[in-house]
């Protein structure tokens, strides 16, 4: 008996939790981001977006490539050929976001590519770097991953070493 009234209580409970999953959810917004313009055919995500300024003031320059290593942009424009293979990049860390799905992420750029080939995402189980730190990234190359919930990428850097550099002060 006990263990059909648990049954019973569990299925209610996740059906309460999918019946209001698919509700539209406000949007958190960034007080520095303008709002976008709303239009008749907008909705909001059926989740929660993450407020997370992506772009911060980073300074890229003399950022030096790796020995034996690509930039980001090298990095995009030779995928096909690194996918699975392990690939060093020198940048800087322009954002960071602990332990989701037990990784940390970052995202690193060192100043080559243009929009969508200058921004590369790295996961990995290392102390997370400051925004602002000039690191070295060491890992395996993946293509076309998707994470579910709109986080698909065309090109990540997985379970990478990660080695903070000292600054030239």
Not at 16 to 33: N, S, Y
Request: proline content about 5%; some cysteine; glycine content about 10%.
């Amino acid at each position: 008996m006990l263990k059909a009234k648990t049954g019973s209580l569990l299925a209610l409970t996740v059906f309460a939790l999918l019946q209001g999953c698919g509700k539209e959810q406000p949007v958190a917004q960034d007080a520095a981001a303008p709002a976008a313009p709303a239009t008749a055919t907008e909705s909001t995500p059926p989740h929660p977006v993450p407020s997370v300024k992506a772009d911060v003031d980073v300074d890229l320059s003399g950022i030096g490539k790796a020995e034996g290593g690509k930039t980001v942009a090298e990095v995009f424009a030779e995928k096909d050929q690194l996918g699975g293979q392990a690939v060093t990049v020198r940048g800087k860390v322009v954002k960071t976001n602990a332990n989701i799905m037990g990784k940390n992420w970052l995202h690193v750029r060192d100043g080559s590519g243009a929009e969508g080939t200058n921004d590369l995402t790295v996961t990995t189980a290392a102390h997370l770097p400051s925004v602002g730190d000039t690191v070295l990234v060491t890992g395996q190359v993946s293509l076309n991953k998707d994470f579910g919930m709109g986080y698909a990428y065309d090109v990540i850097v997985e379970d990478a070493e990660v080695k903070v550099e000292e600054s030239a002060l």
